[in-house]
């Protein structure tokens, strides 16, 4: 860890990066050094060709409570001051979501606001069953940001994302799992062996394809011409990739291919 990081964690261990917010009096809730620091991380990651997947995670058994409403109550910004760090926060959180690298979100205890909205950025939610999601910008009376205008349609439908933005009530572990919002639950003892366990079976997996897929799929919201034409594209470039011959390879020698989901 850089001795300058006072909200975040760092590591890179076997290809696999993981991102730790701690910010423990406040249950990791975001705070400007925290935003200053995760962009940092994802430059980082996107720049580093030998980290080949993100976990994401909180420590102290919350993933993140949202913004820190002490330092938002206290900033004394204008109209203009909130939408300059508003832009400032859609450079990195656009530069996560798009990121060519697989993105495994490990949610344990609260994901509320922002940071709910955060853990959807990522590409999988893996929840134990303790974590608790909600979209509580309502109860301060803002809007939902961080990207979650875009992401919680996509995930759970445009009535069902209405109503959990409406309401900004609590959804429990079962229910994120049922909306499809957590990708997978276990026990909060397992919660870290199992993301970094996800996280490292990209490690055997195409960068190209991975890339090519993280991109197409960020065109989904399209239109139909502009997709298949992407579509097109990226699998003419991934047909070209030495991860995509040796695949071919082992299956028609009956052997295990390079990338496997790791069995739960």
Not at 223 to 247: V, Y
Request: with cysteine; proline share 5%.
């Amino acid at each position: 860890m850089s001795p300058s990081r006072q909200r975040t964690v760092f590591e890179v261990q076997d290809g696999v990066a993981t991102l730790t917010l701690r910010n423990p009096d406040k249950r990791n809730a975001f705070d400007p050094i925290m935003r200053v620091e995760v962009a940092e991380v994802v430059r980082q990651v996107q720049a580093d060709p030998a980290i080949r997947a993100l976990v994401l995670t909180g420590a102290d058994a919350h993933f993140c409570s949202g913004g820190d409403l002490g330092n938002i109550a206290a900033s004394g910004l204008d109209n203009a001051g909130w939408r300059r760090r508003m832009t400032g926060l859609h450079d990195w959180l656009k530069d996560l979501m798009l990121l060519d690298k697989p993105v495994v979100a490990a949610v344990d205890g609260a994901a509320y606001g922002a940071g709910f909205s955060l853990a959807l950025a990522a590409d999988f939610i893996i929840a134990s069953t303790r974590a608790r999601f909600a979209m509580s910008f309502i109860r301060m009376g803002v809007v939902p940001d961080c990207a979650a205008f875009y992401t919680l349609p996509r995930v759970v439908g445009v009535q069902r994302a209405r109503e959990l933005m409406l309401s900004g009530r609590e959804v429990g572990a079962e229910e994120a799992l049922r909306l499809s919002i957590a990708t997978e639950l276990v026990a909060a003892d397992a919660l870290q062996d199992r993301a970094r366990a996800i996280a490292r079976a990209f490690v055997g997996a195409s960068p190209v394809a991975l890339s090519l897929i993280k991109r197409s799929l960020a065109l989904a919201a399209s239109d139909l011409p502009s997709l298949l034409e992407q579509e097109a594209n990226a699998q003419a470039l991934a047909m070209g990739t030495p991860e995509h011959r040796e695949a071919v390879r082992c299956f028609l020698e009956r052997r295990p291919v390079p990338f496997q989901w790791p069995r739960a």
